[in-house]
């Protein structure tokens, strides 16, 4: 079946460097993708989605790439802050949005 | 600034109790979900509705769950009887367009402790 999944579960970064999560997906009929981002006790917060129709997209401070040949999806933070430490949940999108199991990120001060 | 509400944030209950959490979208949106979290399973979509009418509650066990709209400012989740195994943190979330392939804006949750 369809499965969307991180290849680390946690990732620990210094303050200032640039952050990399990665997800795999597995249904080549997905046609949109979303990265999330859910602090301790809040609610999945949306970050920057991408359909499959492209590439590459890019907002303050954050980059999704999406390489449909090896069904992959990645979320790069920029100067990476204290305030992005939290859970980040890719979910791809066909009929109905299904979630990952999340990548937690740690900045090192 | 246009929020999803969501109440109660917490409950604790027995085994055997009904339980209502209650869910109000942003105004405007015409899309409304309803997600489980717990750290075995991760998120899981339990239903959703779209103008209101439910499209999709494959993920939802019927014998026990119901969601439903009885208006557009309201989304309800009810679990009858509830059991230990529903524990977990219920988010709903509304989405301002017609498709399910936009944006979804969260609830705050609201965290089930079912003894």
């Known amino acids: 079946g369809e499965s969307v999944g991180l290849h680390l579960p946690t990732l620990s970064v210094q303050e200032g460097d640039n952050s990399i999560i990665n997800c795999a997906y597995s249904?080549?009929?997905?046609?949109?993708f979303i990265w999330y981002k859910q602090e301790s006790g809040k609610g999945p917060q949306f970050i920057i989605d991408?359909?499959?129709?492209?590439d590459k997209r890019q907002g303050q401070r954050v980059t999704v790439l999406l390489n449909k040949t090896v069904k992959h999806l990645s979320l790069q933070i920029a100067a990476t802050q204290p305030g992005d430490s939290a859970v980040y949940f890719c979910?791809?999108?066909?009929?109905?949005?299904?979630f990952g199991q999340g990548t937690r990120l740690t900045i090192n001060p | 600034d246009a929020r999803v509400t969501q109440t109660p944030r917490h409950k604790v209950t027995e085994m055997g109790q009904e339980v209502t959490m209650r869910c109000q979208p942003i105004?405007?949106?015409?899309?409304v979900f309803w997600y489980r979290q717990t750290m075995m399973q991760g998120l899981e979509l339990l239903a959703y509705?779209?103008?209101?009418?439910?499209?999709?509650d494959s993920g939802m066990p019927k014998d026990r769950f119901s969601a439903e709209m009885p208006d557009a400012t309201l989304a309800t989740l009810k679990i009858q009887p509830s059991e230990p195994r529903d524990s977990a943190v219920y988010f709903c979330?509304?989405?301002?367009?017609?498709?399910?392939?936009?944006?979804?804006?969260f609830g705050p949750g609201t965290r089930l402790t079912v003894l």
């Open positions: 979330a509304s989405g301002p367009l017609r498709d399910v392939d936009n944006e979804q804006f």
């Open positions: 979910a791809e999108n066909n009929q109905k949005l299904v």
């Open positions: 249904n080549s009929a997905s046609d949109y």
């Open positions: 991408i359909r499959s129709n492209m």
């Open positions: 509705f779209r103008n209101r009418a439910p499209l999709d």
């Open positions: 105004l405007g949106h015409n899309t």
